[in-house]
């Protein structure tokens, strides 16, 4: 057999592998979405709409906003004692966790001061006492003609001017609590108010002074009633009002909840927080509630109108807030859309989406991105 007859049978197989290789293979090409302005429409077979999850928008029933805080003593029902004098406490009547009554002495302190007071008063007394028989001596020798109008003129200013300084010193020590009787430097540190010694910053021997510092030697608090007072953030301050009622909730508590009441909401803005402090009042009748303790509280808000969706749905673009609407199809809709509060995840919407929308809640960006790539 020739060459030529052994390499054709190759050559012809050669040639029918590569006409096979060269025939065209059909194919299917999934179409692209359609961008539209605001909205974008995919086909039905996009694989993309898996990537797409909407919801339908719920009806705003009660809003729930919650807030971060701590507790304090009631201010109304709290005294602060400090010495007025400088001395020694001589001896401590009255120790933490004490009940006390309004007047009763906490702490009895030497003072050289307070002695010097009381001999001011006992001093002004005396004076007061010898001006009223020469003022009265005078009189009499004026009546029987016999002493000048004007020495009874100066015998009556001087009775007047000791008078005074009487009702001074006498008034003084009847606000520091001290007796005019005699010289004894002793002063009694009484407590302004009834209640129960909730703090004490003296000990027996500590030398006292009026200028020592703001820490009181005795806080008295009504531990039955305290205060709260929240961090409430600028965008909620409308939301909280003086007598709007409140959840208050801490790690004490477990579960359980306690009611309290705002009071005050402050007029100004912490500038490095950016929130408004709020005050209100509990009651701790059980004292299962401590000052200091860090709270939560939760303050229920009526409707008021508006939609509720997932915080997520919404987006920010320049200084207007945007949502996606799935109109049906494999067609979203983007729409602007104005808020209200948001808490907990949730977002409120007072306009732009209606009770019968579905809002998209995963996949907004992939939307957002294919209208940006068309403007």
């Not at 953030?233 to 790690?251: K, L």
């Not at 920010?316 to 808490?343: C, K, M, N, W, Y």
Request: include cysteine; glycine fraction near 8%; charge should be positive.
């Amino acid at each position: 057999m020739t060459p030529s007859r052994l390499t054709f049978p190759f050559a012809l197989a050669a040639c029918l592998a590569l006409a096979a290789c060269g025939r065209a293979v059909p194919q299917t090409d999934q179409p692209s979405p359609v961008v539209d302005r605001e909205s974008v429409q995919f086909p039905a077979a996009s694989p993309q709409l898996a990537q797409i999850v909407s919801a339908p928008a719920d009806v705003r029933n009660e809003t729930i906003l919650r807030f971060n805080g701590r507790l304090a003593w009631d201010e109304d029902r709290t005294a602060r004692v400090f010495t007025p004098f400088a001395g020694r406490v001589q001896s401590i009547v009255a120790r933490a966790g004490d009940k006390v009554r309004t007047g009763q002495p906490l702490a009895w302190v030497a003072s050289p001061e307070l002695g010097q007071a009381q001999s001011d008063a006992r001093k002004s007394e005396h004076d007061y006492a010898l001006a009223a028989k020469n003022f009265a001596r005078i009189d009499e020798l004026h009546t029987a003609g016999v002493a000048a109008l004007k020495d009874l003129q100066l015998a009556q200013a001087d009775l007047g001017r000791t008078a005074a300084e009487r009702t001074r010193t006498l008034q003084r020590l009847k606000l520091y609590g001290a007796s005019s009787d005699g010289v004894d430097q002793r002063l009694a540190l009484r407590s302004p108010v009834s209640g129960v010694v909730v703090e004490k910053n003296l000990n027996p021997g500590q030398e006292l002074r009026p200028d020592q510092g703001d820490k009181a030697l005795y806080v008295v608090s009504d531990p039955s009633h305290l205060w709260f007072t929240l961090d409430v953030p600028e965008a909620d301050v409308r939301a909280v009002r003086p007598g709007a009622a409140v959840q208050i909730g801490c790690a004490a508590l477990g579960d359980e909840k306690v009611a309290g009441k705002v009071v005050h909401v402050a007029d100004g803005l912490d500038p490095q927080s950016r929130t408004v402090k709020v005050r209100g009042t509990i009651n701790n009748a059980d004292k299962k509630l401590k000052a200091e303790m860090f709270i939560s509280a939760e303050v229920a808000l009526p409707s008021g109108g508006g939609l509720v969706v997932p915080a997520k749905a919404v987006y920010l673009r320049g200084e207007q807030h945007f949502v996606f609407v799935d109109t049906g199809g494999g067609r979203f809709v983007r729409r602007a859309v104005r808020l209200g509060p948001a808490s907990q995840g949730q977002q409120v919407i007072l306009e732009g989406v209606t009770g019968t929308d579905k809002v998209v809640i995963d996949g907004s960006l992939l939307l957002e991105r294919m209208l940006a790539a068309k403007e």
